[in-house]
């Protein structure tokens, strides 16, 4: 496993402004992880208190070394592809305004539409 090396002290504000404020949780989570490795907490405690396996703790330390900040954020195309395209949700919005007592007819729509 890579070693994290001391973090500069610009670097260091940096993660720790990260992980305070960041809108997404798993970018503080690695920032946290990452500002305890340089300050030398052992890997093993850190699989612990954030509840990781050694190789997600490997991939985290392995993307900071290899991409810097970018490698605390997901990368695109995780996660579950859309149900609707950005047209169709357009389509759906205007249904909705047009009846917005009345979903289930909108519902009754989509089906209709897109199956």
């Known amino acids: 496993m890579m070693f994290i090396r001391k973090i500069n002290p610009l670097l260091s504000k940096l993660l720790q402004r990260?992980?305070?404020q960041s809108r997404h949780h798993q970018v503080r989570q690695r920032?946290?992880?990452?500002?305890?490795?340089?300050q030398g907490v052992k890997k093993r405690e850190l699989m612990?208190?954030?509840r990781i396996s050694y190789k997600t703790l490997y991939n985290w330390f392995t993307r900071w070394e290899l991409e810097g900040m970018i490698?605390?954020?997901n990368k695109p195309g995780r996660g579950e592809?859309?149900?609707f395209n950005s047209s169709q949700k357009a389509q759906i919005k205007d249904w909705a305004k047009q009846e917005p007592k009345q979903l289930k007819n909108v519902s009754q729509k989509v089906q209709e539409a897109w199956g």
């Open 71 to 73: 490698g605390l954020y």
């Open 48 to 50: 612990n208190i954030f």
């Open 31 to 38: 920032a946290h992880c990452l500002i305890l490795a340089s």
């Open 18 to 20: 990260i992980h305070r």
């Open 81 to 83: 592809e859309a149900l």
